[in-house]
Nanobody, 124 residues
Framework: QVQLVESGGGLVQAGGSLKLSCAASGFTLDHYAIGWFRQAPGKEREGVSCISRSGGVINVADSVKGRFTISRDNAKNTVYLQMNSLAPEDTAVYYC?????????????????WGQGTQVTVSS
């Protein structure tokens, strides 16, 4: 069964850090671009960052640039999102998504596989 499972969310004070993980089961991530997305209550889903299958960071949203870092460990079949200097406006459900994608210079527009999400809440 193909599955993505996010973990690492929680409640943190403003200025704090969290590291989210996205673990794949049922398939290997080697040939997949991975995206992190978030959705706050009452808002549309927002793309946060995307990483190519080889580990190149393709996209980072302006709202998180310099604070969030995406990375991957294909040996562990896991992708990470290190989030530093968190602010209340970062509060959202964070999702990872995977798409078979062979470009190292662009990210897919659509993703086939999605995790269930992990809640991140930043208190002021």
């Amino acid at each position: 069964q193909v599955q993505l499972v996010e973990s690492g969310g929680g409640l943190v004070q403003a200025g704090g850090s969290l590291k989210l993980s996205c673990a794949a089961s049922g398939f290997t991530l080697d040939h997949y671009a991975i995206g992190w997305f978030r959705q706050a209550p009452g808002k549309e889903r927002e793309g946060v960052s995307c990483i190519s299958r080889s580990g190149g960071v393709i996209n980072v949203a302006d709202s998180v640039k310099g604070r969030f870092t995406i990375s991957r460990d294909n040996a562990k079949n896991t992708v990470y999102l290190q989030m530093n200097s968190l602010a209340p406006e970062d509060t959202a459900v964070y999702y990872c998504a995977a798409e078979a994608w062979y470009s190292d210079s662009s990210c897919p527009g659509l993703f086939d596989y999605w995790g269930q999400g992990t809640q991140v809440t930043v208190s002021s």
